[in-house]
């Protein structure tokens, strides 16, 4: 139920400001018109966000070629997009679709022994693994907020000014995923 109201919570307070979204639609229509400058600056604005929204959901050793088939689908979609001003929601939601399919079309893997160890692995990167997977476990609403603060290293500011999410609900997306994050590791 609590999954549910931040759920609810998060799409409430979804919100781009004015300058964002006009920075965006100007950018859009340039690509749109033929400038790959107009859409290479849409991929810098935006790369770091959608990283952090398939980390949450993906494997990593998977993301970096799923950030580009999502941005791949965004250039030759781009048509379709009905409000420019809208960029940053409908890239996110490519993102959020091309986890789901990876998903559906994975492969299903077999788990190795925990006590195999790679020559490279150190514990410190074992640890930071380890803590990605509970982060992944945790609520979506927690899960993306938390990936692109801790994992992508977004300020609270940065991350609401690219998900179009209030500051006040990123610092208290931030502040409830950080809680369930240090219980989670407790237990």
Known sequence: ME?????????ALTMFSAGHASEDAHLVRAARAGDQRAFEALYERYARVIHGVLLARAPRADVEDLVQDV???AWNRLDSLRDPAAFGGWLSM???NRATDFHRQAIEAVELPENLSAPEASSSRAEALAV???IRALPAAYRETLVLRLVEGLTGPEIAERTGLTPASVRVNLHRG?????????Q
């Open 132 to 134: 990605l997977e509970v």
């Open 178 to 186: 950080m809680a369930l994050l240090r219980a989670k590791l407790q």
């Open 3 to 11: 999954e549910r109201a931040s759920l609810d919570t998060l799409v």
């Open 94 to 96: 490519i993102a959020r």
């Open 71 to 73: 941005f791949l689908s």
